[in-house]
């Protein structure tokens, strides 16, 4: 990334190549961390298998991982807005890394907990916020949305390949030595993003006192929709694999489903990139909790058909991928693009909250009393998400007052 003395002042690059490096690194460090954060169901059996233990306290350790990464991704935004994108993603190569290979060690599945849930969650918080708000930095108003859009393909195509790319290491090498290896390419891959990162801020802009979230009506409405929202977006990521497997459907279909979902959301980032600012981001997000409810509901009645499933993988792919799109727009037309990372990291507290609930309550629940009653609990926490969404979303004074 050029120093402050390269950009213009509207944000854009003196260089215009500059900010589309940026862009890839971007991309780079969001494949491999949301890739390996979200192929953990492939890893859920075999894990469980090698601890001797049942799907319930393995799903917890990736609702720890999720916990921590909106956790991470609450502070490392709010340092990256204010010091810079750099010494962030620097930090979070090495802490992906290390995750892994003290995933990879552990000989109790308590250290899973530190290693794969504390590490790797922390490692994706400290890229995601950062690396929105230093797109926001490097891209005038114009070209926001697209590169937007383009960091966000990066998440997709992580969940697309990873998936499939961890089954075929897992069958090949097995699930510690497959985690090894993901170790080396995240600290490379990453590492060599952090390279592209700011060092220091781009905006003169004095940043936003948190505390007046707390008093925004329209951003606790959104807030609180994010955490009804959670349980039911990240039960797919965490129980398609083996939902699919226990109704028959071949293993390596099984665990493609959220791999199409990736592949669709990827199409649908470039969509919504390519819309630019011509549709309501609010409208889009209650499009896509609607997506979202429905691929819930679509696999609740799938009755273990493959085609039915991945129609339900590919409903959440959509709503997922509109929703990711339009939120930062929303965010940073309410608060400014000066905040943007630390405002979209405060609120993906709240989708933290609902994925440390969801997978954990979830696998419980299915090892009580099977898949079929933790789907229809989703579902209905989805369903009053969409209905908080829909209220009206008002500010008056708080908006006024929100930059100092």
Known sequence: MPDTSDLTPSGESADPAAPWSVAAAAFAANFVTFGIL?????????IADDFGTTTGPVAALFSTAISTYYLGGAIGGRIGDRFGARPLVAVAALAMSGGLLGTAWSSALWQTYAAFGVLVGLATGFCYPSM????????SERQRPAAMGFLLVGVGAGTLVMPWLGHQLISAIGWRQTYAVLAAVALVVIGWAATRGDRVRTSGARLMRISLLARSRRFLLFFAAVVAIGPGFYAPVAFYNDYAVDAGVA??????????????????????????????????CRAAFACLTAALA???????????????AVTHGVGWAVWVTATPSVLAEWYGVENLGGVIGIYYTGLGVGG????????????????????????????????????????????????T
């Open 356 to 403: 440390l609930v969801g997978p954990a309550v979830c696998g419980f629940v299915i090892d009580a009393a099977g898949f079929g009653p933790a789907i229809a609990l989703v579902t209905v926490t989805s369903l009053i998400a969409l209905g908080l969404l829909t209220l009206p979303m008002r500010d008056g004074a708080v908006a006024s007052s929100s930059r």
């Open 38 to 46: 979200f192929s953990f169901g492939v890893f859920l059996t075999p």
């Open 132 to 139: 929105i708000g230093l797109i926001g930095r490097s891209f």
């Open 251 to 284: 293993p390596g279909l099984a665990a493609g489903l959220i791999g199409i979902s990736g592949a669709t959301s990827v199409v649908a980032r470039l969509a919504c990139g390519a819309l630019g600012g011509r549709v309501d981001p609010m409208w889009l």
């Open 298 to 312: 679509i696999w609740w009645v799938s009755g273990g058909s493959a085609a039915v499933l991945v129609i339900s």
